[in-house]
């Protein structure tokens, strides 16, 4: 298979994971999350440093107020397959997403040969201190 169509294959829009997400928080009435592009760059950066370094490794950057989760899928999958991968998770991944204290976040994804890293970089402000300089030093690579 052609790299190109490999990585077709592993798409997944950031956006359909947001909307997913906001899908299980209006089922248990807690207030939807806001897309942030910040949050996304900030997703997006990690998802490609997971990539780079072909394993999941979580950021120390969120001193911010407040996380990420990351999903890794080494064949095709779905947005819905990454969201329901976080809501039976046992490591708190399910409760972040559900928690009333998330405002806003962005879904980062990024594809390698092997497969797809998707990261959900989220916090409960949309006003983020430190999170414009961050993205000027990451943006500029």
């Not at 490999?6 to 997913?20: C, D, F, R, T």
């Not at 760059?41 to 998802?47: I, R, T, V």
């Not at 976080?86 to 991944?93: A, R």
């Amino acid at each position: 298979m052609r790299r190109k169509e490999l990585h077709k294959n592993h798409y997944i829009s950031p956006k359909a994971v947001h909307h997913l997400i906001n899908k299980e928080r209006r089922k248990r009435n807690i207030p939807y999350v806001k897309w942030s592009q910040e949050m996304y760059h900030l997703a997006k950066s990690q998802a490609d440093y997971c990539r780079r370094v072909k394993h999941m490794v979580h950021s120390n950057r969120y001193a911010l107020q407040g996380g990420e989760n990351l999903f890794y899928c080494g064949g095709n999958t779905t947005p819905k397959a990454v969201v329901d991968t976080w809501m039976h998770s046992k490591d708190g991944h399910r409760e972040w997403l559900l928690d009333p204290r998330v405002k806003c976040a962005g879904v980062g994804v990024s594809n390698s040969k092997r497969g797809v890293y998707v990261a959900w970089a989220f916090s409960s402000s949309c006003i983020v201190e430190g999170v414009k300089s961050f993205l000027g030093k990451i943006l500029k690579k």
